[in-house]
């Protein structure tokens, strides 16, 4: 008798489905025990006796590994900083990418093979709002009356702030996060 571990595996007896032979002293027969998830073990046996044969099948383990767009960018799998991890078949992972000036991914993954995620991070948009004293103030980004102005990650603007009786101010940033700016005029 075969006694596979787990309990459920498939059990083949000289390729035939049974966890059991009867035969004579001395035959030699062929085993192969298997299960989703786990290493198939095989082998051969020689009946002298009654006798239970314990087969432990092995967890496969798979490799996930994630392939970042750009190369540079941070890479997260269960909460430590790596690129791959090796785990038991059908563990879920989950995973985060990041880099400067681009939108976050994560999510998870259930690790059944050897896998290679490709993720492709987009640049990412942010908004600066301008907060002027006096509140009545006009704003202009880039040559248009707006208060705030959205754009991707890096973009040079301009902007200037006036209003009657106050001395106006001018100048040219960098969008590189999201951010409230303010700015008080001198009468």
Same mark, same amino acid.
């Given at each position: 008798?075969?006694?596979?571990?787990?309990?459920?595996?498939?059990?083949?007896?000289?390729?035939?489905?049974?966890?059991?032979?009867?035969?004579?002293?001395?035959?030699?027969?062929?085993?192969? &025990? $298997?299960?989703?998830?786990?290493? @198939? *073990? #095989? /082998?051969?046996? !020689?009946?002298?006796?009654?006798? %239970? =044969?314990? +087969?432990?099948?092995?967890?496969?383990?798979?490799?996930?590994?994630?392939?970042?767009?750009?190369?540079?960018?941070?890479?997260?799998?269960?909460?430590?900083?790596?690129?791959?991890?090796?785990?038991?078949?059908?563990?879920?992972?989950?995973?985060? &990418? $990041?880099?400067?000036?681009?939108? @976050? *991914? #994560? /999510?998870?993954? !259930?690790?059944?093979?050897?896998? %290679? =995620?490709? +993720?492709?991070?987009?640049?990412?948009?942010?908004?600066?709002?301008?907060?002027?004293?006096?509140?009545?103030?006009?704003?202009?980004?880039?040559?248009?009356?707006?208060?705030?102005?959205?754009?991707?990650?890096?973009?040079?603007?301009?902007?200037? &702030? $006036?209003?009657?009786?106050?001395?106006?101010?001018? /100048?040219?940033?960098?969008?590189?996060?999201?951010? %409230?700016?303010? +700015?008080?005029?001198?009468?």
């Amino acid at each position: 008798t075969i006694q596979p571990t787990p309990s459920d595996s498939k059990i083949l007896i000289n390729g035939i489905e049974t966890n059991y032979i009867d035969a004579p002293f001395m035959t030699e027969f062929q085993y192969e &025990v $298997s299960h989703v998830g786990y290493l @198939t *073990k #095989s /082998g051969s046996y !020689t009946i002298i006796n009654d006798w %239970t =044969l314990p +087969v432990v099948l092995d967890i496969l383990q798979y490799t996930l590994t994630i392939n970042p767009t750009p190369a540079n960018s941070s890479i997260i799998i269960n909460g430590v900083a790596r690129n791959s991890i090796t785990v038991n078949y059908g563990t879920t992972v989950s995973w985060s &990418v $990041s880099a400067t000036g681009y939108t @976050t *991914k #994560s /999510g998870t993954h !259930t690790v059944v093979e050897d896998f %290679t =995620l490709d +993720v492709l991070l987009s640049l990412g948009y942010f908004t600066v709002t301008f907060s002027p004293t006096p509140a009545d103030a006009t704003v202009m980004i880039n040559n248009v009356v707006q208060k705030s102005f959205t754009a991707i990650y890096g973009t040079l603007f301009n902007w200037s &702030v $006036s209003a009657p009786y106050y001395i106006s101010q001018t /100048g040219s940033e960098q969008i590189t996060k999201t951010y %409230t700016k303010s +700015v008080t005029l001198q009468e």
